[in-house]
């Protein structure tokens, strides 16, 4: 099994909702991440989780929130977000160290509205 | 910083022709070196992985090459369909080993 879950598919919320997106994997990978992708743009990473611990943050506005609570598990916690913040989030997971092939989720297109 | 880039941005064929996509890198020292296909509005699905110590890897009709001193990988797509169109995008490893550099993508589309 190679495949990334991520829920919900699509979001639309206003600026003052709080809202989560959801990432799971069952590959036994112990490091997972957010990329945030603009239309016609690579990824770019937002957080990276290593042992359920944070170890990178790219410098992301704190309006995002990660959250790994579990080796499998990692959710992304959305609150007071702008407009230009509608994107496509990506999750993806790898196994530990620089070796691992990168799995990505099918992404969640969020619209801030 | 490791800078990638892709070219061309965008391609156009016609079904069953053979074609290769580029990636060029800055920095040859990578630990690896990924091809990854995404349908608009979709995610990322992983085409092929390349670890520093390999020339190439095959799937099926894809072939990836790489070539550290020169800083290049190739992507070769044979007898192209239109199933195949989509963005590619190579994506290096070289850093702590868990950020990937991504190009910015060749948008294939194939015609019938």
């Known amino acids: 099994d190679t495949e990334v879950t991520q829920t919900p598919k699509h979001l639309v919320m206003g600026m003052t909702n709080k809202k989560s997106l959801k990432c799971e994997q069952h590959?036994?990978?112990?490091?997972m991440y957010w990329y945030k992708q603009k239309a016609k743009k690579p990824p770019e990473l937002m957080f990276v989780?290593?042992?359920?611990?944070?170890?990178i943050n790219e410098s992301v506005p704190s309006r995002f929130s990660p959250e790994c609570p579990n080796s499998s598990l990692l959710n992304l916690h959305l609150h007071a977000l702008q407009p230009e913040d509608s994107a496509l989030y990506l999750c993806?997971?790898?196994?530990?160290?620089?070796?691992?092939?990168?799995?990505f989720g099918q992404g969640t297109r969020l619209t801030v509205v | 910083k490791q800078e990638v880039t892709q070219i061309p941005a965008a391609l156009s064929v016609p079904e069953g022709e053979n074609l290769v996509l580029n990636c060029s890198f800055t920095d040859s020292a990578i630990y690896n070196l990924q091809w990854f296909r995404q349908d608009p509005g979709k995610g990322l699905t992983s085409l092929l992985l390349i670890q520093s110590s390999q020339r190439e890897q095959t799937s099926g009709r894809l072939n990836a090459s790489l070539d550290k001193s020169s800083g290049r990988s190739t992507l070769y797509i044979a007898a192209s369909q239109p199933g195949d169109s989509a963005t590619y995008l190579c994506a290096l490893n070289s850093n702590s080993g868990y950020a990937l550099n991504f190009g910015k993508g060749t948008s294939l589309l194939v015609t019938p």
């Open positions: 989780y290593s042992y359920e611990k944070l170890s």
């Open positions: 993806a997971s790898s196994q530990e160290g620089p070796l691992g092939e990168a799995f």
């Open positions: 590959m036994g990978h112990r490091a």
